[in-house]
């Protein structure tokens, strides 16, 4: 069943507080600096040991708050007079989920045990979590807006980003792994594979990109694989958007990986003229791929693709891009 379109309140224009409700990793940070440049006030809420300790400091105000206390957090951004809010941030959901004695340390608030009885105990996914929390900032005069409009110059482009650029194998295994990515996606299993020589080495679940990058390099030991990434069709940008940075092509170059292929416009690139930099110092080709929004079929998976040969110009020039064979 395809995803529905969820129309998202416009961001409010400055000086307007803010909320940002935030998880672990740089995006927050990198989104605290965002509004601060545009001109908003940041209300911070950072989720009890998952937030980065510099992002406090960026924060108008700030307050450490439970990971399953969802009602406090409504509670304390209506006391602060905010409004819209951006939720943003890595929360290891493996441990969350599978340890039992975490949610001991986390006990939760009764709207969060509430919401878990009715609908995560048979339904954990992302977007199911989102509209629980949605809601109930909802019901607080609290609207989660787009995590992206304050950084719109960190999403990928369409085309090859780097000077490295991608092989003819790097080519062809994009557009072969690229609708079976479709598929995983429309499922809402995860959001990265990765591929050499049309074969599917690693599927992403749980664990999150980084992990499934390493369990790669320990099945692909003579490396040139490459890794696809993006968002389902219709992803809701009020939360877990797709994210790559430097430190995934550390890691990618570390396993054996030589080119990263992401959605263009979805996916965000943290830091990324030096993501850019590193890539290139790294022989790490970057390509952006342009793919569709429209709901997509299971009886058509190759639909997304129908403009695959855009992904391999470059976004230097105007010239087509000449690829060498491995």
């Given amino acids: 069943m395809a995803a529905s379109l969820?129309?998202?309140?416009?961001?409010?224009?400055?000086?307007a507080p803010i909320g940002l409700i935030a998880g672990g990793g740089d995006l927050p940070i990198f989104i605290a600096k965002g509004l601060i440049e545009m001109g908003h006030e940041v209300?911070?809420?950072?989720?009890?040991?998952?937030?980065?300790?510099?992002?406090?400091?960026?924060?108008?105000?700030?307050?450490?708050?439970?990971?399953?206390?969802?009602r406090s957090w409504g509670n304390r951004l209506r006391k602060m007079g905010v409004h819209h809010a951006i939720m943003v941030g890595k929360v290891d959901k493996a441990k969350l989920m599978h340890q039992r004695w975490k949610l001991v340390k986390n006990i939760p608030d009764l709207t969060t045990a509430t919401a878990w009885y009715k609908h995560l105990r048979h339904d954990r996914r992302s977007h199911a979590v989102l509209k629980v929390i949605a809601d109930e900032l909802d019901r607080n005069g609290v609207s989660l807006i787009d995590s992206t409009f304050p950084i719109t110059n960190q999403l990928s482009e369409p085309g090859v980003m780097t000077s490295t650029k991608p092989t003819s194998n790097h080519r062809a295994d994009i557009e072969f792994v690229w609708p079976l990515l479709t598929e995983l996606l429309r499922l809402d299993i995860g959001q990265s594979l990765t591929v050499r020589d049309r074969d599917v080495i690693s599927v992403?679940?749980?664990?999150?990109?980084?992990?499934?990058?390493?369990?790669?390099?320990?099945l692909c030991k003579r490396g040139g694989w490459t890794l696809v990434k993006g968002a389902r069709a219709q992803h809701d940008r009020r939360s877990d958007v797709p994210t790559v940075g430097v430190q995934t092509l550390e890691n990618m170059h570390k396993h054996g990986g030589a080119c990263l292929a992401i959605a263009a416009g979805d996916v965000i690139m943290l830091d990324r003229f030096a993501m850019l930099e590193r890539a290139d110092e790294l022989g790490?080709?970057?390509v952006g791929v342009p793919v569709s929004h429209a709901p997509i079929e299971p009886a058509e998976p190759a639909a997304p693709v129908a403009r695959m040969d855009l992904a391999f110009k470059s976004t230097k020039s105007d010239t087509p891009v000449h690829h060498a064979d491995e």
């Fill in 204 to 218: 992403e679940a749980v664990e999150g990109t980084d992990r499934m990058i390493e369990r790669t390099g320990h």
């Fill in 6 to 15: 969820a129309i998202l309140p416009d961001p409010p224009p400055p000086p």
């Fill in 284 to 286: 790490i080709a970057i």
């Fill in 43 to 70: 209300h911070g809420l950072g989720l009890h040991r998952q937030y980065d300790d510099q992002l406090p400091a960026l924060c108008t105000t700030f307050r450490d708050v439970g990971l399953l206390r969802i």
